[in-house]
């Protein structure tokens, strides 16, 4: 069991930076790949980015990709999603999120995660 709790988000301009981070219980952090992903009322949940168990390797969306940055410290049980150059669109809930995979493996669907944080909401005004 992994329980997970998202901190960081809020009300930024466009062009701003926030910094995501998820906490995680439990003695087995390193055991789960980790996502984000985000949500707008009324939209299916979607793909943000993800980390591998070790860190090595991480996958973005194309959306975000060269503006947000995935990273994970197993000795503190902790994930962070750091967000640059910040579009009106970024505007979500972001969830954190953990999956039982293999090494090195990457995972982007949302029923490949087991557990989910309660969310952090993302504002982005114009």
């Known amino acids: 069991q992994v329980q997970l709790v998202e901190s960081g988000g809020g009300l930024v301009q466009a062009g701003g930076s926030l910094r995501l981070s998820c906490a995680a219980s439990g003695r087995t952090f390193g055991s789960y790949g980790m996502g984000w992903f985000r949500q707008v009322p009324g939209q299916e949940r979607e793909f943000v980015a993800a980390?591998?168990?070790?860190?090595?390797?991480?996958w973005y969306a194309d959306s975000v990709k060269g503006r947000f940055t995935m990273s994970r410290d197993n000795a503190r049980n902790t994930v962070d999603l750091q967000m640059n150059s910040l579009k009106p669109e970024d505007t979500a809930v972001y969830y954190c999120?953990?999956?039982?995979?293999?090494?090195?493996?990457?995972?982007?669907?949302?029923?490949?995660?087991?557990?989910w944080g309660q969310g952090t909401q993302v504002t982005v005004s114009s």
């Open positions: 999120a953990a999956c039982r995979t293999e090494t090195g493996i990457i995972r982007t669907r949302t029923y490949d995660y087991d557990y």
């Open positions: 980390i591998t168990r070790s860190g090595g390797s991480t």
